[in-house]
C-alpha cells in the first residue's frame, strides 16, 4: 500500500532557525524578524548553528525531504552538519559581518568544484530593505567574477515593495535588475507582489521563483 518516489526537495530552508520555533507568534513579518529573531540570531556561535541545523535535517528526513536551499550565516557549519547527516544541501551565502568577498568566491568553488558532494553553493542577499549599498557592491561583483546566479528573498510583503520604492523608485525586482544581478539567472523566494514588469524581468532573465 505504500508508493516508492523520489525525495522531495524543499527550495526555500533556514533550518538553524529550529530553535525559534513557538516565539513571536501573530507578529507581522518585519516586526518579527527586528525584534524578535535578529536579536536572537546575534546571540548565536558557530557550533549553535551546526547543533540546530542537524535538528532541522533529521527531520526533514524523517519526511522524506532529501535536500534542501539553506540561506543562513555561517555556511561552513551547516555544511558540516549535512555531510554528517547525509543530508543533501544547497547552502545561500551572501556578503556580511561573517563573510568576505574572498571567503564567497573561496566557498562558491570550493563547494561546486567535487560532482559527488553533498554541499553546493551559491551567492545571494538576504533582501533588498536588509542590504546595504556596500553589501550590493560586493555581491555584483562576486557575481560578475563567478558568473553565478542571484538568489535573494523578494516582494514577500506589500511594505517591503512599497519603501524600496520610496528608496530607489522602482520595485525590488526593478532594483537588483538595474544593479544587472540578474545577468546570469537566478532565484526569488516568495515573490508575492509582483507586478507585470516584474514577471516579464523574471521571465527574460531566467529567475525561478
Known amino acids: 500500500g505504500n508508493i516508492l518516489l523520489p525525495g522531495f526537495k524543499n527550495a526555500h530552508a533556514h533550518s538553524p532557525m529550529t530553535f525559534l520555533r513557538g516565539g513571536g507568534k501573530d507578529l507581522k513579518l518585519q516586526d518579527w524578524l527586528f525584534n524578535y529573531c535578529f536579536p536572537r540570531e546575534a546571540k548565536l556561535v558557530p557550533n549553535d548553528v551546526y547543533h540546530c541545523s542537524k535538528v532541522g535535517f533529521v527531520e526533514y528526513i524523517q519526511a522524506g525531504i532529501t535536500a534542501s536551499l539553506e540561506q543562513y ?115 526569488g523566494y516568495h515573490c508575492n507582489f509582483f507586478s507585470d514588469d516584474d514577471i516579464e524581468i523574471y521571465k527574460n532573465k531566467h529567475v525561478y521563483m
Open 73 to 187: 550565516f555561517y555556511p561552513v557549519e551547516i555544511g558540516k552538519a549535512a555531510v554528517d547527516i547525509g543530508f543533501r544541501v544547497v547552502l545561500h551565502g551572501t556578503y556580511n559581518n561573517y563573510t568576505t568577498k574572498e571567503m564567497l568566491i573561496g566557498f562558491y568553488k570550493k563547494y561546486n568544484s567535487d560532482p559527488d558532494s553533498l554541499v553546493r553553493y551559491h551567492i545571494g542577499l538576504h533582501a533588498e530593505y536588509t542590504s546595504s549599498p556596500e553589501e550590493e557592491k560586493v555581491i555584483g561583483e562576486v557575481l560578475e567574477e563567478l558568473k553565478a546566479p542571484f538568489l535573494v528573498h523578494i516582494s514577500e510583503t506589500k511594505k517591503e515593495v512599497d519603501e524600496c520604492y520610496d528608496r530607489h523608485g522602482v520595485s525590488p525586482v526593478q532594483h537588483f535588475d538595474n544593479l544587472g544581478f540578474y545577468k546570469y539567472g537566478g532565484i
